[in-house]
């Protein structure tokens, strides 16, 4: 496999780690402890063009690959989770939409004007009644006239409030079995959006993710055409797992800077690595277990984008059953490491105000398990293991 | 072949339609079958023929269509005889 990056992917990886560092990671903080979104770093990643990095250049993007798009979200989430994790949200939508619709209008034309005024999608994939299984909906597309029109009560919806457009997971019709889903795109203006719950939450707080009754008016043509069982396996999925994934990494990564500064510190004025401090070692091993499983994952998948047998390959048992498996180990991981490094930092850790505070990363981590929830997860594979051999 | 075939599509594939009115290169999974129930389907037909499915056997195209089924088991048959 050759690993090529183009001036492009050099220039936006620059830019993302310009906005990381010199925004994201000042504003961090109180993003967390107000529960407010991160406005002032994805206004600089408007400016940079970063929301339409992953759009070809025939549509005026970048065309960035998505392994820089994985390294992004890496890096934002090493400042600041919710950045990061909203960066991550937003690119998945931006691959369903390129993968699934260009081509065809109005996606086409979408595509341009993400591009013009960098427009921030959200997902309603979340909603009651269906015990957290994306691939089964209660809400349906009516069709009326030239329109679809649709009503979903969606209990959790990131950055809803803050976005310019939604998708949003459904039944084809009202008749359809709940399995039979498609993926419509609303733009803000098409979309009523009625609060239904607060977040006032344990941890991604800046991801401001409050539920909504999710009512919508759009032309049909905003339907994506093809059915959501297949946008889902070739892309939500293997994206999701993926760039969250880099997400959690990079918090995870955080965490362990500042054990490792604290164990630097002491030993600067000590003169010797202490016995907590040799728990530093072991983190190494857990951060570098997790990142070299994202990494083949995400190399993987990138080989697999660029030919129709690859993109084949994301239908097979074996694929659907490894990026579970990786999905529940960086989840499982990242937490992990937060908790490392706390023990590591003891009570300067616990503390939210010093330089060596891991809190906010372990509770920001802890919603790894959560998103598309691992015992969900683990079923699902119970029964595809069934079946595969592992051979 | 094709009946038993049918039999196990029957009671697995959970299809929208009347599993009897399937031509043999009808795409089940465009026929209402989910994921959930194509790895039903191919549990039950390992059961029936008694066979294992090779993991490069488990993708989306094998068990699309009763031709397509029937293609890969008599493949593993000629392989059990060879």
């Given at each position: 496999?050759?690993?090529?990056?183009t001036p492009q992917d050099a220039e936006f990886a620059v830019a993302v780690r310009e906005i990381a560092e010199g925004v994201a990671a000042g504003a961090a903080d109180a993003v967390d402890r107000d529960n407010r979104f991160p406005h002032e770093a994805v206004d600089a990643l408007r400016e940079a063009n970063a929301?339409?990095?992953?759009?070809?250049?025939?549509?005026?993007?970048a065309g960035v690959g998505f392994r820089d798009l994985?390294?992004?979200?890496?890096?934002?989430?090493?400042?600041?989770?919710?950045?990061g994790m909203i960066f991550a949200m937003h690119q998945i939508q931006v691959g369903c939409i390129m993968r699934h619709g260009a081509g065809t209008e109005p996606f086409d034309g979408y595509l341009g004007s993400l591009v013009a005024?960098?427009?921030l999608i959200a997902s309603v994939t979340?909603?009651?009644g269906v015990g957290g299984d994306l691939r089964s909906s209660v809400a349906a597309a009516e069709a009326d006239g030239d329109d679809v029109v649709f009503e979903k009560k969606a209990p959790t919806v990131s950055y809803g409030a803050h976005a310019d457009d939604f998708l949003t997971t459904m039944r084809r019709?009202?008749?359809?079995?709940?399995?039979d889903q498609v993926l419509v795109l609303t733009h803000a203006a098409q979309t009523d959006l009625e609060p239904a719950g607060s977040w006032d939450s344990l941890g991604m707080r800046g991801t401001c993710s409050p539920g909504f009754v999710v009512r919508a008016r759009a032309p049909k043509a905003q339907v994506l055409p093809h059915p959501f069982a297949r946008i889902a396996v070739e892309t939500m999925v293997p994206f999701s797992h993926l760039l969250w994934g880099h997400v959690w990494l990079g918090i995870a990564t955080a965490a362990y800077d500042r054990a490792r500064a604290f164990v630097r510190a002491q030993a600067d004025s000590a003169g010797t690595v202490s016995p907590a401090g040799r728990r530093l070692s072991a983190l190494a091993v857990e951060l570098h277990a997790m990142?070299?499983?994202?990494?083949?994952?995400?190399?993987?998948?990138?080989?697999?984008?660029?030919?129709?047998e690859g993109v084949e390959e994301a239908h097979t048992v074996g694929y659907a059953v490894r990026i579970n498996m990786l999905k529940i180990s960086a989840s499982e991981r990242a937490p992990a490491i937060c908790a490392g490094a706390l023990l590591i930092c003891g009570m300067a850790g616990y503390k939210n105000d010093t330089p060596f505070s891991v809190g906010r990363h372990l509770r920001d981590t802890l919603?790894?398990?959560?998103?598309?929830?691992?015992?969900?997860?683990?079923?699902?594979?119970?029964?595809?293991?069934?079946v595969h051999k592992g051979s | 072949m094709d009946d038993r075939i049918r039999e196990v599509i029957e009671t697995h594939a959970r299809l929208d339609l009347d599993p009897s009115t399937l031509s043999e290169h009808e795409d089940l999974y465009a026929s209402g079958m989910t994921s959930h129930a194509s790895v039903n389907l191919m549990l039950a037909l390992e059961n029936e023929f008694d066979v294992e499915f090779p993991d490069r056997m488990l993708r989306r195209s094998v068990f699309e269509s009763i031709a397509s089924i029937r293609l890969a088991l008599l493949e593993l048959s000629t392989e059990n005889a060879a």
């Open positions: 496999m050759t690993v090529t990056t929301l339409s990095a992953y759009v070809p250049s025939a549509y005026g993007g994985a390294g992004a979200c890496f890096d934002l989430a090493r400042a600041c989770s919710a950045t005024e960098q427009r979340t909603e009651a019709a009202p008749n359809a079995d709940p399995g990142r070299s499983e994202l990494r083949a994952a995400t190399d993987e998948y990138s080989a697999m984008t660029t030919s129709p919603s790894g398990a959560l998103m598309i929830a691992n015992e969900r997860i683990h079923t699902t594979n119970a029964a595809l293991l069934l | -």
